[in-house]
């Protein structure tokens, strides 16, 4: 594909400085120390610090004080919590009791057990690199760099009671004009990071993916990020896109070339950009399971380690895979081995009949390995529900309650459909059952 075609699309962001006045002592900034509560998180941030519900309670209001003792509570259980809310342990010492007594959620104990860590050096040492924010007006803030450094902030404040760590240290600069130069920013800052998570990454990777797709259509029109596999319907967009997850606009171009111009355009941002195969690789990831990209960025799990997980169709696999992989329990070949082992066990699955000669017709085949696989799922789907391992439904439907209303009608009539769904199963299948049948 010669690249002069889309040459007009490609030039928007090439002009962009990605650390405009950040040079030097540039102009236009200056060190402040605000409050706490008057810096905001960046809800496009690609890094998430806390993930899931937590994050969305933080960008829709709430106090980082009331999200950080949710996320403890979560983490510790309510005996720990609260021996840990009266004092009688220390946050680290909470952290290390839960690791004795068995860990409940890997990826919350994770991500504190680092703002506990990141939190004593700055007890220890100062905050050695100042968070970057842009100036909002009215002394309102937004994070630009630095969201973690003011989590440790969130605990050293409220859960050790430092009053100095009501104020953070920061680099104030203004507001860009478009988000063009935001993104040109956080892309060039998070390509040099060695801790950058794949989860991360691949969010970042989306958004780029993203306005290269509204930039080669000339529309303000939207993608879906999370880049399923070509030949398969895109939900939830009110028709907006087509196969293979890109806006029908762009009929004209194939995926593969428009994960070829999002490696071009990583280039342009980063100085470094990757082929439109490893654009796949990392947009592969948000397929996971959001338990599963959680614990994933938490652990900061590489991409390669994930890419055999991330070829799995079932969820329950997935998350048992990545948790295996974040507790240190298998190691990344161990991994993709057991990633074959079910594939092959899945009667649905190619690999098991590469190389074989297909035995009757084709359209037997194609809908008896569909029904195969609905059937595997909906036997991953009843395992996974018949666990020991949920939520406690009374705080499920609280956790729910805390939710935006448009978010809440949203779960609340999914489940309703599965419930209703399940019954239809079970007074059908009723008929089936001889006297034979436990």
Not at 61 to 81: F, I, K
Not at 152 to 167: F, G, I, N, P, Y
Not at 242 to 268: C, K
């Amino acid at each position: 594909m010669a690249r002069k075609q889309f040459g007009s699309a490609l030039d928007i962001l090439g002009v962009v400085d990605p650390y405009g006045t950040r040079a030097g002592d540039a102009e236009g900034e200056m060190l402040i120390t605000p409050e706490l509560e008057a810096c905001h998180p960046d809800s496009n941030q690609p890094r998430h610090v806390l993930s899931g519900d937590l994050r969305e309670q933080l960008l829709d209001g709430a106090s980082p004080a009331d999200v950080l003792w949710e996320a403890w509570q979560r983490c510790l259980g309510e005996n720990l919590y609260q021996t840990m809310r009266s004092h009688d342990l220390s946050p680290a010492e909470a952290l290390a009791r839960r690791r004795e007594e068995g860990v409940l959620d890997l990826a919350l104990q994770l991500t504190l057990e680092g703002l506990v860590e990141l939190g004593d050096s700055i007890v220890r040492h100062g905050l050695r690199q100042p968070i970057n924010v842009y100036d909002l007006g009215g002394r309102q803030y937004r994070i630009a760099e630095g969201e973690r450094r003011w989590w440790a902030h969130v605990l050293l404040r409220d859960l050790l009671l430092r009053v100095e760590a009501s104020t953070i240290l920061a680099r104030v600069q203004p507001l860009p004009d478009d988000e063009l130069t935001v993104l040109a920013r956080q892309q060039a800052e998070n390509v040099h990071r060695r801790d950058l998570s794949a989860i991360a990454r691949a969010r970042a990777i989306a958004r780029v993916r993203e306005m290269v797709a509204v930039e080669v259509s000339g529309t303000s029109g939207s993608t879906n990020s999370q880049h399923p596999p070509v030949g398969q319907e895109v939900s939830g967009t009110g028709g907006s896109t087509n196969l293979g997850g890109r806006p029908r606009h762009l009929d004209a171009i194939t995926v593969s070339q428009l994960d070829d111009l999002t490696g071009q355009r990583l280039a342009e941002l980063t100085g470094r950009g990757m082929t439109g195969r490893t654009v796949r690789h990392y947009l592969a990831l948000l397929s996971l399971p959001p338990e599963a990209q959680a614990l994933a960025e938490a652990a900061c799990l590489a991409e390669r380690a994930l890419r055999p997980i991330a070829s799995l169709d079932n969820p329950v696999e997935q998350i048992r895979l990545v948790q295996a992989l974040a507790a240190g329990e298998m190691a990344p070949t161990q991994v993709a081995t057991e990633a074959r082992r079910i594939k092959g066990a899945c009667p649905a699955c190619p690999e098991r009949t590469r190389g074989k000669p297909a035995e009757g017709p084709k359209e037997a085949q194609v809908g008896g390995n569909s029904a195969v696989r609905t059937m595997a799922r909906f036997r991953a789907s009843l395992r996974f529900a018949a666990g020991d391992d949920l939520p406690d439904s009374t705080h499920l439907a609280a956790q729910i309650a805390q939710l935006p209303p448009k978010k809440r009608r949203e779960m609340m009539n999914w489940a309703r459909s599965y419930v209703s769904f399940l019954q239809a199963v079970v007074d059908a299948g009723e008929g089936f059952l001889t006297q034979d049948d436990p």
